[in-house]
């Protein structure tokens, strides 16, 4: 059988979640291969029975929070030095020579666009399409970023406020320098944007075609939403919460920022709500008067948990917002980066979310917006409406007959 190669950023729980779901979906027709530079989450991948190398250099824990920060803005930088995009690039050729891959898959390892047209390797992009942000706001589906929202800047109008997006856009391209660097030295072109260095030969969207409504290129395809399913169980108390009152489903991925959930926890205080967050990890180190109705664990298996609850309050990341549609409950979220933020925008376009910006969170308003979804019943209808379009993409044969048919 031809070998597939899996090359998740494992720092980050949902791109290796997504990573092992298409994995699981190819094993019986390919042999599976993962690769990482490691991660808190490599683990998963050995547990779901699949063969790992680990390569150099390693992301440690201090240079996954480097590279969070950069992403979401709060820190001028490059995500990797030149030097490290070279040693990247150099190890993955050193790795398909060994395992000779029909195809690479990732969801955010930029250097194996750079090592896989080196080799002439195909590429795979496990993505979505609130990752095309200039397309997103030339077509009005996407608002000005939270990272605009400072004074004077967010006293502007809101077409002057997109138009500087665009112009943001363009200068957040300088965060590719390594990448551009490199990728010349193997006889290639610079990458001319963050977009062009995020695009595979192929591309694919796991979200129901319904959920953007952008017009796309021919090398997307759309298959199954990856829904993380961890292999843990359920603790009793949340199992037995009562139903006296509305039930809350905090969750923040693994790209939360400490601060901002901590004061979302704090805010639930003396609120009619009780509240599941499994945001422990996040709150490392954090000083947090967690209040009585609050209940914060580690990971949980949320497409089990967040069926359980009334609401859900999220920060956007695609396989989040995912689960949280497959729950049929409205959502109020509260963004990270940029494609969290057009993420929550497309949930609000559909009549069952608000969304709050960062920087203008308050206990308050949050539990406005929380309350106002709760006595909403057409949101309520409308969010039960999407549930059944994601219901019915929930598919993993369109996953296997896409590698099949492409590379089978």
């Keep these: 059988m031809k070998t597939l190669l899996f090359s998740p950023a494992a720092y980050n729980l949902a791109e290796t979640t997504r990573c092992i779901e298409v994995a699981k979906a190819c094993r019986d027709d390919f042999i599976i291969r993962f690769m990482s530079y490691g991660g808190e989450f490599t683990s998963l991948i050995t547990e779901a029975g699949f063969e790992h190398h680990q390569l150099e250099p390693l992301v440690t824990p201090e240079k996954a929070a480097h590279i969070y920060q950069v992403d979401q803005g709060k820190k001028l930088g490059y995500f990797f030095t030149r030097a490290e995009a070279e040693a990247q690039v150099r ?98 072109p610079p990458f001319s944007n963050l977009e062009d260095v995020w695009t595979g030969n192929y591309n694919l969207l796991a979200e129901p075609e319904a959920f953007c409504e952008l017009e796309l290129p021919p090398s997307y395809h759309y298959i199954s939403p990856l829904i993380a399913k961890l292999n843990l169980a359920v603790p009793e108390d949340i199992l037995q919460l009562p139903k006296d009152q509305p039930v809350v489903y905090f969750a ?66 695609i396989g989040t917002v995912m689960t949280a549609c497959l729950a049929g ?51 309520q209808r409308k969010a039960q409406a999407f549930q059944k379009i994601v219901q019915d993409s929930m598919d993993p044969a369109s996953i296997t007959k896409f590698f099949m048919t492409t590379f089978g």
């Design 91 to 188: 190890n993955e050729l050193a790795l398909f020579e060994q395992v000779k891959p029909i195809a690479v898959i990732t969801g955010f390892n930029l250097s194996n666009n750079i090592s896989c047209r080196a080799a002439g390797i195909p590429l795979v992009w496990l993505t979505h399409s609130t990752w095309l942000l200039g397309a997103l706001l030339e077509a009005g589906l996407m608002t000005w970023p939270d990272m605009l929202d400072f004074p004077p800047l967010n006293w502007l109008p809101d077409k002057a406020l997109v138009w500087l997006s665009k112009r943001i856009l363009s200068i957040t391209n300088l965060i590719l320098r390594p990448y551009s660097q490199v990728v010349t030295d193997y006889g290639q």
């Design 252 to 317: 923040m991925g693994s790209s939360g920022q400490p601060q901002i959930i901590a004061k979302i926890i704090e805010g639930f205080k003396d609120r009619t709500y009780r509240v599941i967050a499994p945001v422990a990890k996040l709150l490392q180190g954090q000083e947090v008067d967690i209040p009585e109705n609050v209940i914060v664990t580690g990971w949980l298996p949320a497409h089990k948990v967040n069926p359980l609850a009334d609401i859900s309050v999220i920060h956007g990341g």
């Design 329 to 379: 409950k409205p959502v109020v979220g509260v963004s990270m980066m940029v494609e969290q933020e057009a993420n929550i925008d497309c949930l609000v376009r559909k009549g069952f979310a608000i969304r709050i910006r960062k920087n203008r969170l308050t206990p308050e308003k949050l539990c406005q917006a929380i309350d106002a979804l709760l006595g909403d019943h057409e949101a």
